[in-house]
């Protein structure tokens, strides 16, 4: 028995309706096209499906991620390069400076001077080439001698002098003990003159060769040129404080003897002078 599709009355397999008189519609059979209800929960299923599996899938691959991230464990830390036979440096200590290299132990400072400039030359020793022999002077017929210590006496009227040109020789003074050098010097020729009985006056700087340049060395190798003019003047030049035990005073040119019978064939040099102050080693 159906209902009445107008009034919703009860009827039975007529062909109207008992109550309003409206034709009764045959229950459709069941055809090739119409869907029952079994098959449209399985539209229904089909439907939904896709969705499910997609949410499975990401839900896997969101738990194959963790997995695999618990399976590799937390990053392991930089590597710190060891140097060899010490340890690593440690991280959380605050880095400390390198001392400095005057803090270095046992290291020696530069030696200083402990008092002013003084003349050192008068306490050296010295070696000197060859000396010329001795003469007799013509103002009173004394024996005049020209050994090396003529060189540090402090009197410009004597000299020491070898035979002819001495240019490329040597003269080296050896210091009483280690000094900085702040000034050199010499009287670069014989820087006398002498009045023999009869009135006649000899000039022996003009007459005997006189040192044009010489180089003061010493024991560092420094090297100081000193290029001389025709003075008898103490002639000087700056040494710039160096520390030093020793000079080497080296004569580079020297010029020709004098004009007339009694030039002299001598290379002469009347003083040399050293102002050094001693120093303290560190």
């Not at 392991?76 to 803090?103: F, K, L, Q």
Request: overall charge negative.
């Amino acid at each position: 028995m159906s209902s009445c599709h107008r009034c919703g009355a009860a009827t039975p397999t007529g062909r109207f309706c008992a109550e309003c008189g409206a034709p009764v519609a045959a229950s459709p059979a069941a055809g090739p096209g119409s869907a029952s209800p079994r098959d449209a929960s399985a539209g229904r299923t089909a439907r939904v499906l896709p969705w499910v599996v997609g949410a499975l899938f990401v839900v896997l691959l969101a738990a194959g991620g963790a997995l695999l991230v618990l399976r590799e464990g937390p990053e392991e830390p930089a590597a710190v390069d060891v140097p060899r036979g010490g340890a690593g440096r440690d991280p959380d200590r605050a880095p400390t400076s390198a001392p400095s290299p005057s803090a270095s132990p046992g290291e020696e400072t530069a030696p200083t001077p402990t008092g002013d400039p003084v003349e050192v030359a008068a306490a050296a020793s010295i070696t000197v080439p060859a000396t010329a022999p001795s003469s007799v002077d013509v103002a009173d017929g004394s024996t005049t001698s020209y050994d090396d210590t003529r060189l540090v006496d402090g009197d410009p009227t004597t000299c020491w002098r070898t035979s002819g040109d001495a240019g490329g020789s040597e003269i080296v003074l050896d210091l009483a003990e280690p000094v900085a050098l702040s000034r050199v010097g010499l009287v670069n020729g014989y820087a006398k003159t002498a009045t023999d009985p009869r009135g006649t006056t000899y000039d022996w700087y003009s007459l005997n060769r006189r040192v044009l340049a010489v180089e003061w060395v010493l024991d560092d190798g420094t090297t100081l040129r000193q290029d001389l003019g025709e003075s008898r003047e103490l002639q000087t030049l700056d040494a710039g404080g160096a520390v030093t035990s020793s000079v080497r005073l080296r004569i580079v040119a020297v010029s020709a003897p004098g004009d007339g019978l009694d030039a002299k064939d001598y290379t002469a040099l009347s003083e040399v002078s050293l102002l050094g102050a001693p120093v303290a080693a560190g």
